[in-house]
C-alpha cells in the first residue's frame, strides 16, 4: 500500500511562486509513475504534470515553461514548483501515484491565485 501526503498549498497573487510537495510511503517500490493533477471548482479534474520512473516529464500546454515537476528519491517526495502563477491556476492539486493495476491519489492541497 502507497499513502501520499500533498503540502504547500495557499495564496499566491498573480505572478508569484509556491512549491507543492508530495510525500510518499508504504511499498514505495511499487511506483510506475507520479504526477500532480488539478480540479477547479465546476471542472474536471487534469493532469498538470507526470513524472516517470524512468524517461521525461510532460506537462500540460498550460504549465509548460511555467510549471516544474521533479523528485528527490532520497526523501521519497515529488515536487511541483510553480512560477508566474496566473488566476486560472486556481485549484485544489493531487498528487497521484501509479502502481501495477492501481493507482494512489493525496488528499489535495488547495492552491488560490488572487490579488
Known amino acids: 500500500q502507497v499513502q501520499l501526503v500533498e503540502s504547500g498549498g495557499g495564496l499566491v497573487q498573480p505572478g508569484g511562486s509556491l512549491r507543492l510537495s508530495c510525500a510518499a510511503s508504504?511499498?514505495?517500490?511499487?511506483?510506475?509513475?507520479m504526477g500532480w493533477y488539478r480540479q477547479a471548482p465546476g471542472k474536471q479534474r487534469e493532469l498538470v504534470a507526470a513524472?516517470?520512473?524512468?524517461?521525461?516529464?510532460n506537462y500540460a500546454d498550460s504549465v509548460k515553461g511555467r510549471f516544474t515537476i521533479s523528485r528527490d528519491n532520497a526523501k521519497n517526495t515529488v515536487y511541483l514548483q510553480m512560477n508566474s502563477l496566473k488566476p486560472e491556476d486556481t485549484a485544489v492539486y493531487y498528487c497521484?501515484?501509479?502502481?501495477?493495476?492501481?493507482?494512489?491519489w493525496g488528499q489535495g492541497t488547495l492552491v488560490t491565485v488572487s490579488s
Open positions: 497521484n501515484a501509479l502502481l501495477p493495476g492501481s493507482e494512489v
Open positions: 508504504g511499498s514505495i517500490f511499487s511506483i510506475n509513475a
Open positions: 513524472i516517470p520512473s524512468g524517461g521525461s516529464t
